[in-house]
């Protein structure tokens, strides 16, 4: 019973961790727009779906190269991986609106905010 128990916390626990990920992305991302010149997000709305669309590209990337898209976490190859997660996902989120040079600047303001704001980057 005792076992049982771990693991439906266990779940939750999945689940806010997540949840959390989510939130730290959204916030992430929402301050490298604002930063970065040619980087727009319209709504909240745009915001919201951005993060998740983020991660989910993160999470695919990860899982199919084992490479994570993190500027700082794998030197030139997160830093390029960053750019084009940030331009592409234009392509899956109305009110999202980045260029080329955008990205590449936002690949690094990205990083250096993803460095400073505390959480586990493991799922």
Known sequence: MSNTQSNTNSGAST???????????????????????GFSINNIWALALAAIVLTI??????KFTGLHASPFGKGFVGFALAA?????TQFFVAGYSISWMAA???ALIYGVI???IPGNQEM
Do not use: K
Request: hydrophobic share 70%; no cysteine; glycine share 4%.
């Open 104 to 106: 590449i600047i936002g």
């Open 15 to 37: 689940v806010w961790q997540i949840v959390g990920r989510l939130v730290a992305a959204a916030i992430v991302l929402a301050i490298t727009a604002f930063f970065t010149p």
């Open 57 to 62: 590209i993160d999470y695919l990337i990860v």
């Open 114 to 116: 993803d460095y400073f």
């Open 84 to 88: 084009v997660t940030l331009y592409v």
